[in-house]
C-alpha cells in the first residue's frame, strides 16, 4: 500500500487516477484548489485544499506520501512548467522526497519524421499554449530535477478520450503506441492503470514514457 497525493484530482485524468488507487487498495488524497467545486470521488478518497504550483502546499503533503501525482490542467503556459519546478526545488530539501509521477501532453510525442506533434503545422491552435507548457516542464524534469526521482507520462497525441477500463496496454518511450492500423488510441480509464502500475512495478524513473492499446 502506497501514501498517493493525486494534484488536480477534481479533473479528468486526476479523479479516474485517484479511483483507481483507492479501488486498488492505496491510500489517496486528493489535493485540489478548491474542494467545494470537486465532483464524484470514491469513498477513501481524501480530499484537500492543494496546489503543485506552492512550495508550502507540495511541503505539507509530501511529509507523509510515497507518491505525487501531477495530473493539473485548465490554466496558463507557464502552469506545468512552475508545477515541475516548484516540486522539484521543494522536494530537494527533503530527507525522504517522494516520487513524482507527471500527467503531460501527448503533443510532446514525435512524429515519424522525428519532429513533435506540437511543432506540425496543423497543430490546433487552440491547444498550442498548453502543449508548450507541457513541453517546457517535460524539458525541465530532463534537465533540472537531479535528486528528485520523477516521471512524466504521455497519453496518445490525438485519440485520448473518456471511456471504457479494459486493463491492457502498451508503453513506448517518445512515439505514439500505433495499433496495426497506424493509430494511437486511449481511454482515460486505461491510462489511470498505466500510471498505478507504475506505481506499484516502477519501470519508467527519471523518464517520459507514452501509453496506448
Not at 517522494?98 to 510525442?109: A, D, F, N, Q, Y
Amino acid at each position: 500500500m502506497s501514501d498517493i497525493v493525486v494534484f488536480g484530482a477534481g479533473g479528468t485524468a486526476g479523479s479516474r487516477i485517484a479511483a483507481e488507487a483507492v479501488e486498488r487498495g492505496h491510500r489517496v488524497t486528493a489535493a485540489v484548489r478548491r474542494p467545494e467545486a470537486v465532483g464524484y470521488l470514491p469513498t477513501g478518497v481524501r480530499t484537500v485544499t492543494g496546489d503543485a504550483t506552492s512550495a508550502r502546499s507540495v511541503r505539507e503533503l509530501a511529509e507523509d506520501a510515497d507518491v505525487l501525482v501531477v495530473a493539473i490542467g485548465g490554466g496558463e503556459r507557464d502552469l506545468w512548467r512552475d508545477a515541475a519546478r516548484t516540486l522539484v526545488d521543494t522536494l530537494r530539501e527533503l530527507p525522504d522526497p517522494p516520487r513524482v509521477i507527471h500527467v503531460g501532453g501527448g503533443s510532446t510525442l514525435l512524429t515519424p519524421k522525428g519532429t513533435r506533434y506540437l511543432d506540425e503545422p496543423d497543430f490546433p491552435e487552440e491547444y498550442r499554449d498548453s502543449a508548450h507548457g507541457q513541453a517546457e516542464a517535460l524539458e525541465f524534469y530532463r534537465t533540472s530535477a537531479d535528486g528528485v526521482t520523477w516521471t512524466y507520462v504521455s497519453p496518445p497525441p490525438l485519440e485520448f478520450h473518456p471511456g471504457e477500463r479494459t486493463g491492457h496496454y502498451r508503453t513506448g518511450t517518445d512515439h505514439p503506441v500505433t495499433d496495426a492500423q497506424g493509430r494511437s488510441v486511449l481511454t482515460y480509464e486505461d491510462l489511470a492503470v498505466a500510471i498505478v502500475d507504475e506505481i506499484e512495478d516502477p519501470r519508467f524513473g527519471n523518464t517520459r514514457f507514452t501509453v496506448a492499446y
